[in-house]
């Protein structure tokens, strides 16, 4: 089947930098519309940034002008560079692709996350 991992979290003070990777591998045909997104304790999962297949780029306004979204589909490879970093932006960061499977149909596949701490 699909799977999709992250890498790349880890303790950052604030306005550090990190970047986040999430890697596809599988029966993939084609992938289309990616996203990251962020779950921190007590709250619900929310959208940080979407990239389309085209390349089109989408933010939410809490993360515009400091995390930049990005695709490598030779390497079926999404990153999400984040700078200076907030204590507001810990927490698990996790990857969605919409892919259509080898022989198969078009799915929503999820990632495990990856953690993020922004702390002195």
């Known amino acids: 089947q699909v799977q999709l991992v992250e890498s790349g979290g880890g303790l950052v003070q604030p306005g550090g930098s990190l970047r986040l990777s999430c890697a596809a591998s599988?029966?993939?045909?084609?992938?289309?519309?990616m996203g990251w997104y962020r779950q921190a304790p007590g709250k619900q999962r929310e959208l940080v940034a979407g990239?389309?297949?085209?390349?089109?780029?989408n933010y939410a306004d809490s993360v515009k002008g400091r995390f930049t979204i990005s695709r490598d589909d030779t390497k079926s490879t999404m990153y999400l560079q984040m700078n200076n970093l907030k204590p507001e932006d810990t927490a698990v960061y996790y990857c969605?692709?919409?892919?259509?499977?080898?022989?198969?149909?078009?799915?929503?596949?999820w990632g495990q996350g990856t953690q993020v701490m922004v702390s002195t």
């Open positions: 969605l692709a919409n892919i259509w499977v080898l022989g198969g149909n078009q799915e929503n596949y």
């Open positions: 599988g029966r993939i045909f084609r992938i289309n519309d």
């Open positions: 990239i389309t297949s085209g390349g089109s780029r």
